[in-house]
Every structure is written in C-alpha cells, then in structure tokens.
C-alpha cells in the first residue's frame, strides 16, 4: 500500500473533515502515514495523530523558518518528545533561503544541533532545503555522514540528488513530479534508482495534477506513482511496492 513520508494533518486546513479523511485513507490505498512536525506547538499535535490513528506515526523538529522558537529548554522537551512511542524521524529540519524568515546563521546552527540530536538517538532525518543547495550539502556532508533520512521535496538537480543518494539518503518525490514545468525534478526520478526514492504529500500543500491548487491528501498520491512509474517504464505496483519498502527500511517499521 502507498507509504505517505511526510504529511501535516496537524494543519488547519484538516479541521473540518480531518478524522472522516484519515478514516478513509485504508479503503483508498493508503497503508502508512508519517506526520511531520515543524514548529513547537505542532509537536503536541502529531502526538495527538499518533495515539488516535494506529497508521500514524510521527517526526518532530523545527523547521528553518520556526527556529527562532528554539531556546535551550524547547531543545530539551523536543529530546523528549522524539524518544516517545511512534515517533520515528526527527524533522522536519534544514535551511530556507526562500523565505529568509531567520537569519542564515540561525538556521545552520540548529539545523546542525538537530542533527546532533538525530545522530545522538540514532534516528533519521527529514531534510527540508529551499533555494540553499550549496549550504544544505556542505552541512550535511560535514554532520550528516552515518546518518540515514530524506531530502523531501527534493527541489535540486540530478547532479545533487546522486551525491546524497552516495551519502545513503532518500529522494522525497511529490505532487510537483506531475507539472508540466517539472522536467528537473523528472530528469531525477529517470536517473535516480527507485530504490532510493519516496512517495510524500507535503500535504495540504503541493497537490498533483489534476488536482494542482487545491488542498493535498495522501489519496493524492496515486498521480505521483502513476507519473513516476511512466517515467522509470515500470508499473504503478512495482513503484507502491519498493516505494514503500524504501519508507519502512528508513523509518524502522519492518
């Protein structure tokens, strides 16, 4: 069944419909969610998943844009937090130049503090990177080595992709693989060996064709196999089938 990496149920945009959408998750092919934290208040929130859906597990961290909300206490209780049942990842974490919304050096010092963390409670990491290729790799190179993760939504050429998938690290492939202006994120599905790629909502966000625009789910995720399997010439069940092996294999649920 489709493996979804990498979703935020813990949004918003979920609150009106969100335990009838969860409960329908099984009937539409969905078999295992990982919900992803990104700030300080989420965590309380993907804890609250968890326990209430058996097909959630849960990541917490914060993400570049958040890390102004760190302090030395807030990296205690997210210590705490990660050793809890069904947590499984510690993410989302990274640099966003994109937004800029904390100053560079900022996010590189808690995204290296993250990492510690990961590499401390032997646990994987969910690696968001905008418009910060060169930085996101430097760092990683030099305190991610030994360590196992994802760059989700990966968004860099197929050049890049190949040199994290030597490090060891999976590919996040979304909603976006199915637009038209696209054909960088296609060139690294074509190149890069299925074993070493995941399905991902980013969910509500980055919804597939035919439903760009509007508000993501997991269910979505059909059209990002689909288009992945037209692209590798494989079938849409091969692509479910290793994809999600690839996810169990990374976030220890085998």
Known sequence: MIFDTHAHYDDEQFDEDRD???CSMQEGGVGTIVNAGSDVASWEDVRALTARYPFIYGAAGVHPDDVGELNEENFR??????????MVAVGEIGLDYYWDNESHEVQKTWFIRQLELARELDMPVI???REAAADTLQIMKEHARGLEGVIHCFSYSAEMAREYVKMGFYIGVGGVVTFKNSRKLKEVVEEIPLEYLLLETDCPYLAPVPNRGKRNSSLNLVYVAEQI???????YDEVVEQTEKNARRLYNLL
Not at 229 to 235: M, N, Y
């Open 20 to 22: 009838s959408l969860l």
């Open 77 to 86: 209780r997210l210590r705490a937090v990660l050793q809890e049942e069904k």
């Open 127 to 129: 690696i968001h990177s």
């Open 229 to 235: 399997a037209g692209l590798k010439q494989l079938t």
